[in-house]
């Protein structure tokens, strides 16, 4: 049986109090690793650069099988880029190469820069249009119940790869997630941690481009846009992101 835990932490109370939102994490795991999850969320949330949080809420739910579907995992690969301008300069190449119209591609990136504070989704973009279509508001499109099938096994992919560290770790799950989706053409993505600066452009066609350098660091604004082929159906998206359980199949990964 698997089982979801989801933690959320806020500053200044709950969310829905009106507490600004610190931190956010979830897994789907098997019984035997719940109680070492539930413990890892909670010490996140107690120290996060973002901020202190004084609200921490965290739900664990039972899954049922039949509710589970299968992706692959993206491919991993890293572009270069030694500035902020270089790296947004790349995002917008990689969304062409992708499928997005260049107009939506600059469109997509003037969108995230223009940001004052973080949302805590995403949004959805015409990948030829470049019209912002979801009528999310401030909140946006959250892509959520995803998680990789082999925890153990994946840890170990990534560590070969030089990769450690939650950020890279969710975000190559979470772009799997959201490039399975129908219609879905390209997703861009840099963190709203002042720190991390680091970002991607993935999708069907190419995976996971990894752009190492997308904004100034200090900078506390980040966001994500997910492009989207004209005449995608909103609210069967919607409910494909936060909705569909997925989890992901690194391919070659040994079960262990
Ligand atoms: N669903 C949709 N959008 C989300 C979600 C979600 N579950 N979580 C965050 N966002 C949006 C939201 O607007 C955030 O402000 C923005 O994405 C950035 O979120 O290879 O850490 O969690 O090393 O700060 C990329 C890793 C890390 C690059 C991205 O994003 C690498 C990251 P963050
Ligand atoms: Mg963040």
Known sequence: MLY???????QGGAHEKGGRHISGAERILPA?????AVLT???????HERGRADFISLKVEEIKPQDVVYKPLLA???????????????????????GVSEEAAKHGLALVNGLTDSMRGAMVVDAESGERI??????????????????RGYDEYMQQRGLTGDHVREALVL???VAGAEGMVAELCWSDDPYYVTGYVASPLYGYRRI?????????????????????DMQKLINYMEEQVVMIKPEGVPEC
């Open 32 to 36: 035997d690793q719940l109680d070492y």
């Open 76 to 98: 991993f690969s890293a572009c270069k880029a030694d500035s902020a301008a270089e790296g947004q300069r790349t995002a917008i190449e990689e969304l062409k190469r992708a």
């Open 4 to 10: 979801s835990v989801k933690m959320r932490s806020a």
């Open 175 to 177: 772009a799997s997630k």
């Open 212 to 232: 190492p350098v997308m904004k100034e660091r200090g900078n506390g604004v980040g966001g994500r846009i997910f492009f989207v082929r004209p005449g995608t």
């Open 134 to 151: 979801d009528g999310m508001g401030e909140r946006g499109v959250r892509a959520s119940k995803m998680d990789c099938v082999n925890s």
């Open 41 to 47: 969320m909670l010490h996140r949330a107690q120290e």
